[in-house]
């Protein structure tokens, strides 16, 4: 596996961000398991878990597929991986198998799998086209590949709109950007994907509009708490930049009529159809 350090990850791979992708998943949870169930997993599937973090996906789709399926579950982040590993060792998840490596540069660890599943991975990595040949190259013909990836990052927005927090989406982008990702990698990936053997079953975009009382409102606001540490230690923005967006996001929440458009997602599912 090539070395890299937890520092490479945009958003960190600290205990509060562990925390935040917990609240992420919850949010997006239900969207997911009906995902899923579309897609076809069920018990006894074999799926690959691609950049599984520290498990919450994983740990539902070995619920899914039970003792008589399979999950092979990919992570570079060692400490995602120990979180991963805690959560399916807590509930006897033994058909569960972790593995740490590099999607860009190591091969993964499985053929002939009925699905794969790749939930924001494939806008962090620098080669798109290299991740969807490897998952041609894993999953059996007639399995599927399932994408959940930003399609618009940039509507994310308030209602009224708010200067402040466009401001914080866009150095969010340019952070991603700037390592190698795209925010915005979902409309490539349908002919990267036809291009390596696959069908497209559906592609269907996903986005919530919340109020501050609502659930998904505290993703939101915890992910701009995070970044807003992270741009600073990244040094893309300076500290009094910081306070006024944290003001206005305060100001915000303190209103109940206020509306929180969050960033498109498209979901994909496609099917393999050729050996490569």
């Not at 997911?32 to 973090?53: K, M």
């Not at 080669?127 to 930003?150: D, Q």
């Not at 409102?217 to 300076?238: G, P, Q, T």
């Amino acid at each position: 596996m090539s070395q890299q350090t937890e520092k490479d990850y945009v958003l960190g791979t600290n205990d509060e961000e562990i925390q935040r992708l917990g609240l992420q998943h919850r949010v997006w949870r239900s969207a997911t398991l009906d995902c899923w169930h579309r897609a076809g997993i069920t018990l006894g599937s074999r799926v690959l878990d691609v950049g599984a973090g520290p498990g919450y996906a994983t740990v539902d789709l070995a619920e899914i597929v039970g003792s008589t399926g399979e999950i092979i579950a990919v992570e570079r982040s060692a400490l995602f991986l120990e979180t991963a590993k805690a959560f399916c060792s807590t509930r006897n998840l033994n058909h569960v198998h972790l593995h740490q490596l590099d999607l860009m540069t190591d091969s993964l660890p499985c053929e002939q799998m009925d699905a794969a599943w790749c939930r924001w991975v494939a806008s962090f990595v620098n080669n798109p086209a290299t991740l969807v040949s490897k998952l041609a190259g894993a999953i059996r013909p007639g399995g599927v590949a399932i994408f959940h990836e930003y399609a618009d990052y940039s509507t994310w927005r308030l209602a009224p709109p708010s200067k402040p927090l466009e401001e914080f989406v866009w150095h969010v982008m340019n952070s991603w950007r700037s390592s190698g990702g795209e925010p915005d990698i979902a409309p490539i990936l349908p002919s990267l994907l036809v291009k390596a053997g696959f069908r497209i079953l559906s592609a269907t975009p996903k986005m919530f509009c919340v109020r501050p009382v609502d659930h998904a409102w505290n993703w939101l606001a915890s992910f701009i708490d995070i970044n807003l540490k992270r741009l600073l230690e990244l040094k893309h923005v300076d500290k009094a930049w910081t306070i006024i967006v944290r003001k206005e996001l305060d100001a915000v929440q303190a209103n109940p009529d206020s509306l929180m458009l969050t960033p498109m997602v498209l979901e994909i599912i496609a099917e393999r159809l050729t050996n490569i």
